[in-house]
């Protein structure tokens, strides 16, 4: 399990694509995706010095069929008669022999175990026996070893990238909707890798559900740990959407693994053109390892908390706050603003408004505040309080003028005497 106080991150095993190594002690890599057609050489090569020039360090183009994956040959030739050395990362779904073409010219070749070999999802339920489902993944392990022994071959890099949104019928028949299936639709893969002693392998598991993608992805690294396995993961937020939804939503699937320590590769996926994807995946990057040699935080995890499995932790509500009721959001007041300079549009108003040491004399029927403790004790005779929805706040502790400073780390015991 990670360290859930101090960052450090996940110990991974190197991978070569092409030039670039990922994984192992290399930095995290920034990539992005053309949005171009595959068979148009020229316009694939002007979107991809593009992203090279915004900071992508791999660049991935889709290759449907047989004829896009054979011009990879060409893209990848006029890159670097361009002087780019930039690996090229083909993208392949559906069919099994389009991934052996693009392992001849590209320097990593994705496949989705959702339909590598399994046909296309029909959601349909599918009974299998114990030996029905075994021979099944024979079926799978006797075509992907020899795609296998080309990337050997060729020194192509392979990443498996699981979708939530594309797991086989089979997959979903025995396991169902769960990231315990999406897990095992890639280890499946991962064991044929490590049975052939291939181990030029990155992993993806991604989700536009940012909740399922964190869990899943932290359940695909717990595994892998018991099967001494270590190949490093690329992460992303499948549609993420654009301006500024498609940056929050990316930061906060991508963001969250980052923190725990894990990831070596990343694209964040937006709806705008490839190269604007490349600052915000930078900026998560930077933002996060600026965490590596922090002052050490000793703490002890809760015992009643799963890494793997989170809930939310049980409180007592105060007002509207904790307890049963969903997250709220507090804004603060900025200096010279009151209540009335604040936005009440549907989307926008907070749900408390933090106002410091007094109410806004101008208060909004309906809108709840927030004050500091001692404002909201020494006001009662000021103003009625409570038909305006204040909240006492316990910004600082004081004893007399002097404010009490607690070391960093100090036992909760000490804490709650204070409180």
Not at 231 to 254: M, N, Q, W
Not at 274 to 300: C, F, N, Q, S
């Amino acid at each position: 399990m990670t360290d859930l106080f101090n960052y450090r991150r996940r110990s991974s095993s190197p991978v070569q694509v092409g030039d670039l190594q990922i994984g192992g002690d290399a930095p995290i890599r920034i990539q992005s995706m053309t949005t171009t057609n595959t068979n148009d050489t020229e316009a694939c090569v002007e979107q991809a010095e593009k992203i090279i020039k915004a900071g992508g360090e791999l660049v991935r183009l889709t290759t449907q069929g047989r004829r896009e994956a054979e011009n990879l040959k060409n893209i990848n030739a006029q890159l670097r008669a361009d002087g780019f050395n930039t690996p090229l990362v083909a993208d392949v779904h559906f069919n099994a022999n389009v991934a052996d073409v693009a392992a001849l010219y590209a320097e990593k070749v994705r496949v989705n175990p959702g339909n590598y070999v399994d046909p296309a999802r029909v959601f349909k339920k599918i009974e299998y026996t114990d030996t029905e489902y075994a021979d099944e993944l024979k079926k799978l392990e006797d075509r992907f070893v020899p795609f296998l022994n080309i990337c050997k071959e060729h020194h192509t890099a392979v990443r498996i990238g699981v979708n939530h949104g594309s797991l086989s019928d089979r997959i979903m028949s025995r396991y169902g909707d769960t990231p315990e299936g999406i897990v095992e639709s890639c280890m499946e893969f991962l064991r044929i890798c490590k049975k052939e002693q291939f181990d030029n392998v990155v992993i993806s598991i991604k989700a536009s559900n940012t909740v399922i993608m964190v869990r899943t992805v932290r359940l695909l690294v717990d595994e892998m740990d018991r099967n001494d396995m270590h190949y490093p993961l690329h992460l992303g937020v499948t549609e993420a959407g654009e301006g500024e939804d498609g940056r929050i939503k990316s930061a906060v699937g991508i963001g969250a693994l980052l923190a725990d320590g894990i990831g070596d590769t990343i694209r964040v996926s937006l709806s705008e053109e490839p190269e604007a994807e490349i600052p915000v995946a930078r900026h998560l990057v930077d933002y996060i390892i600026k965490r590596e040699g922090h002052l050490m935080v000793p703490a002890t995890a809760s015992p009643d908390f799963d890494w793997l499995r989170p809930e939310r932790r049980k409180t007592r509500a105060a007002g509207g706050i904790g307890g049963s009721n969903v997250p709220v959001v507090i804004a603060s007041l900025p200096n010279g603003q009151t209540s009335a300079d604040v936005d009440f549009s549907t989307d926008t108003t907070p749900d408390y408004i933090y106002c410091g040491s007094s109410l806004p004399a101008n208060r909004k029927e309906g809108q709840k505040y927030i004050v500091d403790f001692n404002a909201y004790t020494g006001a009662k005779d000021t103003y009625p309080i409570f038909p305006y929805n204040a909240t006492p706040f316990i910004s600082s502790v004081k004893a007399d003028v002097k404010f009490l400073v607690l070391q960093l780390g100090a036992p909760s015991e000490e804490y709650l005497a204070c409180l």
